[in-house]
């Protein structure tokens, strides 16, 4: 079954602590993306990927950092630097960056990250 | 600066009655709009997309360059209609951002 997979649904941070939220897709997409989603606010993005090896900050990119060692992999971390990290992440992918017009973007399920 | 603006937070509307969702953008280059919706415990999917031209659902949307906007319109709304609507811009570098969401409610 092909998608997107974001894991864990749940993660609970202690404060001053790290944590690596994972993304992997099967569906041979080039480029992903991580988004924040916060009540009242939609999405904003954080950081995108369109080939391997190379990422861009988005609009929030401040307390977090990504890798994209793997075609298929995305991961985030949310460092302690992150000074309001308890929010909805949302990773998605598509296939051709350079032709965003022409394909369509996948969206996981999500993950909730609750500081404690 | 890349912007996408929702004006409306929330919109309630009847069954049958028309909706439009409201959407305006800001980007000096050529701009790629699409219309996200998510239903209730579900994922973000595409509704549509301005460059297709298509309709969805009975849902349809016109890019206005001079307005810089793209609201998406229903002749007669459902109450399977009810869901977050968000507004997303996309440019040729594959920067893809979105815009604060309207949450449409159809009441019966």
């Known amino acids: 079954d092909g998608g997107i997979t974001q894991s864990p649904k749940y993660l609970f941070r202690k404060e001053g602590q790290n944590v690596t939220l994972s993304c992997e897709q099967n569906?041979?997409?080039?480029?992903m993306y991580w988004y924040r989603q916060d009540p009242g606010q939609g999405l904003r993005l954080i950081y995108y990927?369109?080939?391997?090896?190379?990422?861009q900050k988005g609009d929030i990119a401040e307390g977090y950092s990504v890798s994209r060692e793997k075609k298929e992999s995305f991961p985030l971390t949310v460092t302690s630097a992150q000074k309001n990290p308890t929010a909805f992440y949302l990773c998605?992918?598509?296939?051709?960056?350079?032709?965003?017009?022409?394909?369509?973007?996948?969206f996981g399920e999500g993950s909730w990250l609750t500081v404690v | 600066a890349q912007r996408v603006t929702q004006p409306e937070k929330l919109l309630s509307v009847f069954k049958g009655a028309p909706v439009e969702l409201k959407c305006n953008y800001s980007?000096?280059?050529?701009?790629?709009l699409f219309w996200y919706v998510q239903y209730s415990r579900q994922r973000l999917q595409l509704l549509l997309r301005?460059?297709s031209r298509e309709s969805i659902k009975g849902f349809t949307a016109d890019l206005n360059k001079g307005e810089t906007s793209f609201h998406l319109k229903k002749p007669f709304a459902q109450e399977e209609d009810s869901a977050m609507y968000y507004c997303?811009?996309?440019?040729?570098?594959?920067?893809?951002?979105f815009g604060q969401g309207t949450e449409l409610s159809v009441k019966p």
């Open positions: 998605a992918s598509r296939s051709h960056p350079a032709e965003i017009s022409g394909n369509t973007i996948y």
């Open positions: 569906l041979n997409h080039d480029a």
């Open positions: 990927s369109q080939i391997v090896n190379d990422f």
């Open positions: 980007y000096s280059g050529s701009p790629e």
């Open positions: 301005h460059i």
């Open positions: 997303a811009l996309g440019n040729q570098g594959g920067k893809l951002i």
